[in-house]
């Protein structure tokens, strides 16, 4: 567990959210997956006769909103996920010279957020890219970015699942803190639509791509009328296998298929379920109390974005009663699961209504398991 209270003075001066232009609805996704679904158990009628292959189940419109809230999603490219011959998307490998498309996605992203700061890319002194799922091992995407953008200073990634957009602002506001840096740039650049086993009916609805970002910097060094001031981060891993994603290089020296079954994204959604909300919830009311923050009195829960049931329940063990969607705003139903994008994501969108001297809490939970959490309030500058 990692937690303590910090120099007040650390604040997020502007946000950025960058949205892929296309979208697929749940009707379009479970027309392609249900042709697929046919096409499958026609292809393999005697081996599921036999009982030596499972069938592939159908699934609805109805089933993917009433399990997970979600009705639609964002991302980089529809060509390729509704065709039932290919079941993922077709993104061409760019070459060496061009801009990668997970630092393109975040780049946008950290244009609108800096725009936002009033701040310029000479202000910036570190950048981090936290993100669920990398392009590629090296360079760092981070540092790709930087580069765009003429940034001079430090760069890396780093991968928490999740909770890499906690993670990341917690590492932000560490290095604000200790003087290694004096204004960070966190970009969290989800392309998660490639991990996606469109294929398997219980998860081929849960992500979307996207692109948030974010400015951090000292409250003297802000331009802005109002910010929101870091009261304290809080951050824990606990180790679970029930999300797990195997996809590795390593599957080379072990002559196994990369991309075969089990390799991509995959959860025991009901352990997860039974796990996670619980441990959210103690880890959110014990942060609020560390930072003298009354649980009953927050203004906003910027919650993990991934199933409106669990957001559902832990805001009811937050809140009880007075739970709304007001106060823990769920923006799941248009972008789905964006892997460690959602809180932040529901920050940028629903933070702007809030008066100076009100407290939220950003969290976001996921693989690992892990926690990470950002007690903010809003002050005048």
Known sequence: MNEYKLPRGIVISGTGLWTPPEAISNEEL????????????????????????AAKPYSSAEFIEKASGIKSRYVVTRDGILDPERMRPLIPERSDEEMSVQAEMGLEAARLALEKAG??????????????????????IAIEIQGALGIDGFA???????????????RAVDAISSGSASTVLVI??????????????????IFGDVAVASVLERSETCTQ????????????TVFSNNIRSNFSYAARAADVDPFGPGKLFRQNGRKVFKEVCPMAAAHIETHLRETDTNPDTIGRYWLHQANINMNNLIAKKLMGESATAERAPVVLDRYANTASAGSVIAFNLHSDDLEIGDRGIICSFGAGYSIGSLVLEKIAL
């Open 30 to 53: 479970v027309d392609a997956y249900n042709t697929y679904a046919k096409q499958y158990n026609l292809k393999h009628t005697q081996e599921i006769e036999a009982g030596e292959l």
């Open 225 to 236: 009328d109002s910010a929101w001031e870091v009261l304290g981060t809080k951050a824990k």
């Open 188 to 205: 969290n650049a989800e392309l998660a639509s490639p991990q996606v086993d469109f294929t398997d009916r219980d998860s081929h609805f």
């Open 156 to 170: 890396f990634d780093m991968e928490v699942a999740c909770s890499s957009a906690t993670f990341s602002l917690q």
């Open 119 to 140: 701040k310029q890319a000479s202000d910036v002194d570190m950048v981090i890219v936290g993100a669920s799922y990398m392009q590629r091992a090296y360079p760092a």
